[in-house]
T-cell receptor, first 114, second 114 residues
């Protein structure tokens, strides 16, 4: 079946530009997560959506980062006024619910800020 | 979540079984053992999880010791495509709190050789 889909797979942009990253979760999964992974580093949690509940935004590194999830399905992560330290792989995951069910990841968006 | 310890690297011959150990001596009664892997340039891939009984799926088997202080992930017939970093993590079983925030340690780099 279809897994988590992310687009674009790669994004190169100039410092100061805004970027939007898209995530299409597995159909029927109510929980959606955004992480980022810098080169050779572990996962850094960014934000979590579960059904109609208020999202957990505690991992967003600054107010330049925002995310929304429309209709309980597709999610968009937006980074405004990008900085070079934002360069990383942005990973999206979804799970059946927000409990101990396994999270299934997309292949990420590799973001490079020049 | 309990801390896990894994060897930094292992080698395995193609077609042979790969046995990846994980120590989680401080695991508590409500924590599951999860295994993920990450192939270069791809997102993390869920493999298997279990609480105390041994588990098997189409990808692998998970053997958990009776005292639950360690476990072994078994890939029965390793292929070159199984070369990846394998992560063992433990997570609490109940929904709630922030147990949905995945973190990976250093993991084990499994290299399958022809």
């Amino acid at each position: 079946g279809a897994g988590v889909s992310q687009s674009p797979s790669n994004k190169v942009t100039e410092k100061g530009k805004d970027v939007e990253l898209r995530c299409d979760p597995i159909s029927g999964h109510t929980a959606l997560y955004w992480y980022r992974q810098s080169l050779g580093q572990g996962l850094e949690f960014l934000i979590y959506f579960q059904g109609n509940s208020a999202p957990d935004k505690s991992g967003l590194p600054s107010d330049r980062f925002s995310a929304e999830r429309t209709g309980g399905s597709v999610s968009t992560l937006t980074i405004q006024r990008t900085q070079q330290e934002d360069s990383a792989v942005y990973l999206c995951a979804s799970s059946v619910d927000g409990g101990n069910q396994p999270q299934h990841f997309g292949d990420g968006t590799r973001l490079s800020i020049l | 979540d309990a801390k896990t310890t894994q060897p930094p690297s292992m080698d395995c011959a193609e077609g042979r079984a790969a046995n990846l150990p994980c120590n989680h001596s401080t695991i508590s009664g409500n924590e599951y053992v999860y295994w993920y892997r990450q192939i270069h340039s791809q997102g993390p891939q869920y493999i298997i999880h279990g609480l105390k009984n041994n588990e098997t799926n189409e990808m692998a088997s998970l053997i958990i010791t009776e005292d639950r202080k360690s476990s072994t992930l078994i890939l029965p017939h390793a292929t070159l495509r199984d070369t990846a970093v394998y992560y063992c993590i433990v997570r609490v079983a109940f929904r709630g709190g922030s147990n949905y925030k995945l973190t990976f340690g250093k993991g084990t780099l499994l290299t399958v050789n022809p």
